[in-house]
């Protein structure tokens, strides 16, 4: 899939973000940049650390080291006195709300329907009016094929269902960015597809977005770059034909022979 | 054995793809079914016994008792009985909320200070803690608000003008209430999913927000019910606060029965209004479980009469209690 050349400043900016959780070091300098509409999917063995990244985006996890821009501006700190400091809960949540997040277990609010679910942030956190974010809701809620469910309970949906729910719910924010962790890994093999072909068409309408993933036919077809973490480095990265079949270092190798 | 059903009735049509298991009579199992009714008829007349005895007791003066359960005293009594039990649940749940957060935030400071409030106030009786407050004034004369440690007073006043018998009242049976709730609204904050504070987070809300709108929504059907069994026990224990001279229905009973002598007739008046209040709060603690489940369940739970009918039956036919009840 092709796009159009990249604008000169990333969209996202990643700067030799290390965690460590106590002794665990768990991310050990990652340097990574994503350019406006660009489709990274992120691949590794499970530890390797790719939801500690992208919670490290959003400051879900407070990275130990390392910055993440968005449009040039620094995420979750500010410089005072010379000092990077955290910034206040305030401005921090306002960030996020620029950043759309998808979790493997959904985590949808379930004592809300569908379509309140959706509403939910534009109406609290935007201050947009409840009719104008429920015509927005219903549009997206059509956009992910679930028009006719606005009034169902998490507990009545599906999990593919649900998981769709919550790529409407995510894109109600209008984000600048999506991060997506292994947004298919909970659902039965025969449901996977649906919510893959939301991510796709999402794709085509040049979303930006950075997808933890163990779909290697969709990193195939969608991504414009595949990067491949193990033990908390990005081990190699590139056009997803070539990292996924000819990649060139020996764990990649050993971690795609495991997979087929 | 499935031959044998279809020869016995002949408008069965015959299925040879199975065969039935039928219920088997042993000896023991009849031995139990006798066990079981008698056993039924004995509670059943023991049952009619006591109501004989209360209909037909002197002591009880069922007269005395219909011409108190409506007198001016007793209403004013019940009234403040309510009063006393919503604003003690008022405090006791505000308190409890803050103390619960307190003890989840990750401040040590905070999280000692709330275990210390637990400590103390579970730790001692009601009714001493009810004399305490009470008697507040010969341990704090003067209540002062201001910068501690001999910094400039905002606000200072006379212990014993706070403290009256009602404030008392209140204040104990809410700081107490307080440290029971707490560990309720915990329990029901802890039982929700880490999963929603983090979707909430990641949508842009703050922790506040969160806590509001998703997280304590979600905790109450987990709260509910024990708070409202502690409403119901606060009522009950409402009338500790009749050794301080509070004029609760208790007291206003004792009032009455001190000079008149018709302390039995009295109790039982006192008991007939805490079971209907009681009970009262019964359906409508359903009706707030019910309210708050949404979304916790697939088809709403049955209504009060629904589960009252079914309970109702399973008294009535024992035999197939276990089909309704379960359900
Ligand atoms: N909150 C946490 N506290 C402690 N260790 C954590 C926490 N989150 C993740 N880890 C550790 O970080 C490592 C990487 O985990 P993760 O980022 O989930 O990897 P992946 O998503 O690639 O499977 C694991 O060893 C995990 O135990
Ligand atoms: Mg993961």
Redesign the interface.
């Known amino acids: 899939m092709t796009r159009p050349p990249s604008t000169d400043r990333p969209l996202l900016r990643l700067c030799g973000i290390h965690k460590r959780f106590g002794d665990n070091h768990v991310l050990r300098g990652v340097d990574l940049d994503i350019a406006a509409r660009e489709v990274v999917c992120l691949i590794g063995p499970s530890g390797s650390g790719k939801t500690t990244l992208l919670r490290c985006v ?1 400051h ?1 996890e407070v990275p130990t080291e390392g910055r993440a821009i968005l449009e040039g501006e620094l995420l979750g700190q500010y410089t005072h006195r010379g000092r990077l400091v955290p910034l206040p ?2 401005e921090l ?9 998808v ?1 493997q ?9 569908a379509l309140e679910n959706v509403i ?2 534009p109406t ?3 201050g947009v009016s409840r009719k104008e974010a429920v015509g927005t809701a219903t549009e997206l809620l059509r956009r992910v094929g679930l028009a006719d469910k606005a009034d169902a ?4 949906l599906s999990g593919g269902q649900k998981q769709r729910v ?1 790529i409407a ?2 894109l109600a ?1 209008s984000p600048k960015l999506m991060l997506f962790d292994e947004p298919t890994s909970a659902l039965d093999p025969e449901i996977v597809g649906e919510v893959l072909d939301v991510m796709r068409q999402l794709a085509a309408d040049g979303m930006t977005m950075l997808v933890a993933t163990h779909e290697m036919t969709f990193a195939r077809d969608v991504a414009d770059r595949v990067v491949f973490m193990d033990g908390g480095v990005i081990v190699e990265q590139g056009p997803p034909n070539q990292v996924l079949t000819a990649p060139t270092h020996e764990r990649t190798k050993r971690f795609l022979a495991r997979l087929l | 054995m499935s031959a044998t059903r279809s020869d016995s009735d002949a408008s069965v049509t015959a299925l040879d793809d199975h065969v039935e298991r039928r219920p088997q009579t042993t000896p023991a199992g009849v031995a139990l079914t006798i066990l079981r009714w008698v056993v039924r008829i004995v509670v059943l007349v023991l049952l009619i016994d006591v109501v004989r005895i209360l209909v037909t007791s002197k002591t009880i003066e069922w007269g005395t008792v219909a011409h108190y359960l409506t007198f001016g005293q007793i209403l004013s009594g019940v009234l403040t009985t309510l009063e006393l039990t919503v604003a003690g649940m008022a405090i006791g749940i505000a308190l409890g909320v803050i103390l619960a957060l307190m003890r989840l935030s990750s401040s040590l400071v905070m999280n000692m200070a709330a275990s210390g409030y637990l400590w103390l106030f579970r730790g001692t009786p009601l009714l001493v803690q009810i004399l305490f407050l009470y008697n507040l004034a010969s341990f704090i004369p003067r209540v002062t608000i201001g910068v501690p440690f001999g910094g400039p007073t905002l606000v200072s006043s006379d212990t014993n003008s706070l403290i009256t018998v009602t404030s008392a009242a209140i204040l104990a049976l809410g700081l107490n209430q307080a440290a029971y709730m707490c560990e309720i609204v915990r329990a029901g904050i802890l039982s929700v999913d880490e999963g929603q504070l983090e979707a909430s987070l990641a949508l842009g809300m703050t922790r506040r927000r969160a806590m509001r709108r998703i997280i304590l929504p979600q905790a109450m059907p987990v709260i509910i019910p024990p708070t409202g069994n502690n409403a119901i026990a606060l009522l009950k224990d409402s009338s500790l606060v009749s050794v301080i001279s509070m004029k609760e229905l208790l007291y206003q009973a004792q009032l009455i029965y001190s000079a008149q002598f018709n302390t039995i007739p009295l109790l039982v008046v006192v008991c007939i209004w805490y079971l209907a209040m009681t009970t009262v709060s019964t359906i409508g603690q359903h009706y707030l479980e019910r309210h708050f489940g949404r979304g916790t369940t697939r088809t709403s739970p049955p209504s009060f009469r629904q589960r009252f009918g079914r309970n109702l039956t399973s008294i009535l036919r024992p035999g197939r209690a276990a089909e309704g009840v379960g359900a």
């Open positions: 959003n879900l809960p305030r949540a306002a960030q996020r709300s620029a950043i759309g997040m979790f277990h959904f985590n949808l609010f379930g004592h809300k329907t939910e942030a609290q956190v935007r309970y998490p507990r009545q919550a719910r995510a924010m």
